[in-house]
């Protein structure tokens, strides 16, 4: 049996497939001892539309009002999510790659 609180799952929804020419459309995290979850939708930067809503169903409605990933998002959930203590499992390195866009192009690096 897996131990539930060694790991969280990380996946998101991109607007294709290269992170440097792609949006970071969506982030999502599951606790699964704890069962917590965490959304978050990005604005478009790199695009002017979304172009992959027929693969994950997300609209440029859907990025209205989304605000970019803070330093202060990142420690939230750091925290919350006990990310330090935990293995992060994602779906290949293509999440990897886009997390990493984001954290190292944003003020979300500020302290890394």
């Known amino acids: ?5 060694k ?3 990380l996946d998101v929804e ?3 497939l290269s992170s440097l020419k792609h949006d970071l459309l969506s982030i ?3 606790q ?4 917590k979850v965490y959304n978050k939708f990005l604005p478009l930067e790199l695009n002017d539309e979304v172009l992959t809503t027929h693969i ?3 609209t440029k409605k859907d990025l209205l009002y989304a605000t970019e990933l803070s330093q202060s998002d990142v420690n939230n959930i750091i ?3 006990d990310i330090d203590n935990r293995i992060i499992l994602t779906y290949g390195n293509l999440d990897e790659k886009f997390i990493n866009c ?9 302290d890394l």
């Open 1 to 5: 049996m897996i131990d539930k609180t």
């Open 7 to 9: 790991y969280i799952v």
């Open 14 to 16: 991109t607007n294709g």
């Open 28 to 30: 999502s995290i599951f």
């Open 32 to 35: 699964p001892d704890t069962e």
């Open 56 to 58: 994950n169903g997300i």
């Open 79 to 81: 925290s919350e999510f």
């Open 102 to 110: 984001l954290l190292y192009t944003s003020d979300a690096a500020d």
